[in-house]
C-alpha cells in the first residue's frame, strides 16, 4: 500500500511538473511510473478476492448483480444520464436518481434481452426437430 500511495504521489508530481513546460524531453518516465502503479494496483486489487469472500451474501449478490449488468449499463447510461441533465436537480439528488434509473432500465434491459434469447433459442431448437 505504501508503495502505490508514493508512486500515485510521484506521478502526479510529474505529471504537474511536465504539464507545466519542465523537462519536457523526460516525459517517458511518467509512463514508467504509470507501469509501476498499475503493477501495484493489480496486485492490490488481486488482494481483494480475501475481503470479498467474507462479505455477506447480500453485498455480494448486488455486486454479483451489477457485474452481470455491465454492458446494459454501458448501453443505457448515456440516454438517462443526458434525461437528468436537463432536469432542475441538485447534486447528490439528480446521482441518485440517475444511478438507480440506470440500474433499473439495465436490469429490464437484461431481463428483455434474456428472454428474447430465449425464444430465438427455442426457435432454433423446434426448427432441427422438424
Avoid: C
Avoid at 454479483?64 to 444520464?81: C, D, F, G, M, R
Amino acid at each position: 500500500m505504501v508503495g502505490f500511495l508514493a508512486t500515485f504521489i510521484i506521478y502526479f508530481v510529474l505529471k504537474i511538473i511536465f504539464s507545466n513546460g519542465y523537462f519536457v524531453e523526460y516525459q517517458i518516465v511518467n509512463q514508467i511510473v504509470i507501469f509501476i502503479l498499475l503493477f501495484f494496483l493489480m496486485r492490490w486489487f488481486s488482494s481483494i478476492d480475501r475481503f470479498l469472500n467474507r462479505n455477506p451474501i447480500w453485498i455480494s449478490k448486488i455486486i454479483n448483480l451489477i457485474a452481470k449488468l455491465t454492458l446494459e449499463i454501458y448501453l443505457v447510461q448515456y440516454v438517462l444520464i443526458d434525461l437528468v441533465k436537463n432536469t432542475e436537480l441538485f447534486f447528490p439528488i439528480n446521482w441518485l436518481i440517475v444511478s438507480l434509473l440506470i440500474i433499473v432500465t439495465a436490469y429490464l434491459l437484461h431481463i428483455f434481452v434474456k428472454f428474447l434469447n430465449d425464444k430465438i433459442a427455442d426457435m432454433f431448437v423446434k426448427g432441427k426437430n422438424l
